[in-house]
């Protein structure tokens, strides 16, 4: 496992509790905003601002126009992006701060120490979406500070995995279709709806995978299709690798108990969906 993917399995279930910790939910619910989804969209758009669809659909890549379109700009009526990106940050660092308890202070101040130097080393252009959250306040907070770097780094690796799809010649739901394939087809059923796919846009992306020699008839991925996806992950953790040049070891020392905690708010069945496992190779 290259040391960027390493990192990765870490520092994306520290990002990951502002969506599953139940004071991520009660940090919205307290100024007004109810549902997963609107709390997703309203959260992690904030930090372009007050955007409508076509920038939110272009930059988180995987979700299907029409579902973006059914929470923005509507959202802002509900919560300006201000006062999203405060509920989201303070949900994120209660949920830390409590799943943190018993662990020494300064691990956790080592651990934020490491990942905030990792993720203002991380190299901005193309990155849309990290650049916005690199620019917002840090919080002074070291659990709070911790999960904002974890979420800079989240974007920076993200912003860098839609170039490598794109290089790939991959669209949004394509990625998804590509991405159950390799399952066998288990994730379509959280996947698709999760994402707001048609099952003919989902029939039409598997088609055109299909057409590529990447799927075959039945569904399954083939090997030309794994050895494609392989490169794109490659490629995602070249990518990805620049913040962790000279931090990669000492960083995974100090997270690794810190990301094991986090993982216990992960539901196994979530609708982004995340799954520990996937990380294991």
Known sequence: MSVARRMWALFEPLHAVAYFAPQSAAA????????FWRRYFAGRAAALGPVGPGPVT???FGFAPAMVSKALPGVWSRISPPAAVAARTAGATAALTDLFTGLPTTAVE??????????????????V?????ADLPWPEDPAGRLWHAA????????????????????DGCESLAWRAALDGGRLREVTQPARGWTDDEWRAATDRLEERGWVAADGAATGKGRDAYDWVEQLTD???AGPWDKLGDEAARLLEPLADRAWRVV??????PLRRERFSG
């Open 238 to 240: 070249q990518l990805a």
């Open 28 to 35: 919205f619910e307290e100024v007004g905003l109810t549902g």
């Open 151 to 170: 979420t800079i780094l989240r974007e920076h690796r993200g912003d860098g995995h839609v170039a490598a799809l794109l290089t790939a010649g991959i």
């Open 58 to 60: 272009a930059a988180f």
């Open 129 to 133: 979406l990290a650049a916005a959250h």
């Open 267 to 272: 539901p196994d069945d979530n609708p982004i």
């Open 110 to 127: 080592a651990a934020a120490d490491v990942l905030t130097e990792a993720a203002r080393a991380a190299d901005m252009p193309g990155r």
